[in-house]
Every structure is written in structure tokens, then in C-alpha cells.
């Protein structure tokens, strides 16, 4: 069993769980990830380590409440515990000294990218961190980033925060800047998002990494269900990635195999909604 140090949060729908595991704070690097369970036979789901503190002993999980299961485990209060901690999981992230770095942050994607963005950051790269979201009220993290990044975009599709639009038009401006554009791109958010960027930066030569989401079982490359296609390749997201090379990713596979469940998911969180009623 796990406790729950803290439990807030952070936007709609997406919380900040603080969670005691000594082994997994102690082992963690960025970019790896570790799978969950609230209790005994209910859903693994696997959540990025957001952050980690090997001497307190506890890992920073970013959970979006968007399923039956993700609900029920962003419901466990401080002082409850968590089943089931499995990690920690995945490759890490890529970490070298690029140069000028763009890391690019989608909705709840941008907490996937604070761990990567905070690691090349301190790998000593010069950091532009561009984040975004629907409305001012999904933005997160943008204290916590700008506090490394040596500059912060914010976009917002309805212009309540920052530039209205999409992240892709401040990374547009970045690459025909001579002494902005980057020479690596870190991007993590939604899966058009990710897709544009990639096209973005293809004409230009920058490479370009993505984190992945595919449905994800077991996270040891033993089910086959985070299969996706990398240069034409079948790789596994749970111990091949969670991060590729973007230009080599199939998209139009990855959102095929992420939309296989969603009536088995509806049909969940109206059991959940309707059990929760009664």
C-alpha cells in the first residue's frame, strides 16, 4: 500500500497527488513513468512521474480525471493510500546538452513535459517553453516552468491568457528567429498537436521527440497493447518509449488504436456515475 501525502487540484478535472514511494523516488528518472491500481482488480493506468524526492521518500503524479478509473483514484484523500505503485517504468528522456531547446506543452501534456523540460534545463540548456490550453483556467504549471525556462509562452485557444491560438504559431515565430530557433524540440500534449509540430520541424531538420499515450496494460512489453509503429516498425511505448523520434512517428496508427475503447469507457463511467448515486 501507498500513502497519499496530498492531494490538490490544479485545474478542472486534473489533480496533483503526492504519493510515498521510497524505491521509485529513488530510482526515478525523467521522462520514465510507473502504473497504478486504487485497490485490488481495478485498472492499471499509467502516469508520468511529474517529480520525485528521494529524501522525503515520495513521487509527484499528474492524474486527469477523464475515465471511471482515473475518477475513482483522483477521489483518494490525503492519508488514504494507493494499491498498487509499479515503477519505475519506460525509457528516460533523452538528456544532452542540445543547445537551445523548445518545449512545447499541451493541456495536461504540459505536466508530462515538466519533468523533461526541468531535466534539460539542468543539463545546461537554454530552455524556451511554450505552453497551452483552451482557456486561461487549463493552463498549469506556468510558475513552476518559468522558473527555469529563459522564457515563457503562454497560448490559450480563446485568448483568456497569453497569445490566442495554438502552441504551434509560437513555435513558428521561434524557428525563423535565427537566434531562437531551436535546435531540439520537446513536445508533449494532444495527438494533433504532437502531429503538427512534428510537421513543423520536419522541413527544418530539428529534431523533434514526443511523448506517447497509447492504451497501456501491463507496462513491460509483455501484452502488446501500447503497440505503436516507428519507422515502420512495431515498437512497444512501455519499454521502447514512451518517447520517439516524432518524425518517424504513425500518427494516423496511434490515434486509430486510441480510439478503440471509448464506448467500453463511456459505458464505465456511467456505471461509476450511476453506482456513485446510489
Given at each position: 500500500?501507498f ?11 486534473l489533480?496533483r ?61 490525503a ?20 543547445g ?87 513536445a ?25 499515450n497509447?492504451?497501456m ?13 516507428i ?12 518517447e520517439?523520434?516524432a518524425?518517424q ?30
Amino acid at each position: 500500500m501507498f500513502e497519499v501525502v496530498s492531494n490538490e487540484v490544479l485545474a478542472p478535472d486534473l489533480h496533483r497527488m503526492q504519493v510515498k514511494a521510497p524505491r521509485v523516488a529513488a530510482a526515478r528518472k525523467a521522462g520514465q513513468f510507473v502504473i497504478v491500481r486504487s485497490a485490488k482488480g481495478d485498472e492499471r493506468i499509467p502516469l508520468t512521474i511529474g517529480d520525485a524526492d528521494p529524501v522525503a521518500g515520495a513521487i509527484t503524479l499528474f492524474i486527469q480525471a477523464i475515465g471511471a478509473a482515473t475518477r475513482k483514484l483522483v477521489a483518494i484523500p490525503a492519508g488514504g493510500f494507493i494499491r498498487d505503485v509499479a515503477g519505475p517504468l519506460g525509457m528516460p528522456t533523452e538528456i544532452e546538452k542540445w543547445g537551445r531547446v523548445a518545449c512545447i506543452g499541451g493541456g495536461v501534456g504540459t505536466a508530462v513535459l515538466y519533468p523533461m523540460a526541468k531535466a534539460l534545463a539542468a543539463a545546461g540548456n537554454s530552455v524556451m517553453t511554450v505552453i497551452g490550453g483552451r482557456s486561461k483556467s487549463l493552463i498549469i504549471l506556468a510558475d513552476q516552468l518559468s522558473a527555469f525556462s529563459d522564457e515563457l509562452k503562454i497560448t490559450t485557444e480563446d485568448g483568456s491568457l497569453g497569445r490566442q491560438g495554438f502552441v504551434t504559431a509560437e513555435l513558428e515565430v521561434m524557428i525563423a528567429d535565427p537566434e531562437r530557433r531551436p535546435d531540439a524540440v520537446f513536445a508533449v500534449g494532444p495527438v494533433p498537436m504532437m502531429r503538427a509540430i512534428a510537421e513543423q520541424t520536419r522541413p527544418h531538420g530539428i529534431k523533434t521527440i514526443v511523448s506517447l499515450n497509447p492504451i497501456m496494460i501491463d507496462g513491460t512489453g509483455m501484452c502488446g497493447g501500447c503497440r505503436v509503429v516507428i519507422q515502420g516498425k512495431s515498437k512497444f511505448a512501455c519499454v521502447d518509449g514512451p518517447e520517439f523520434d516524432a518524425h518517424q512517428v504513425d500518427f494516423d496508427i496511434l490515434i486509430d488504436r486510441l480510439s478503440m475503447y471509448q464506448k467500453e469507457e463511456a459505458h464505465a463511467c456511467q456505471l461509476a456515475s450511476t453506482a456513485t448515486k446510489a
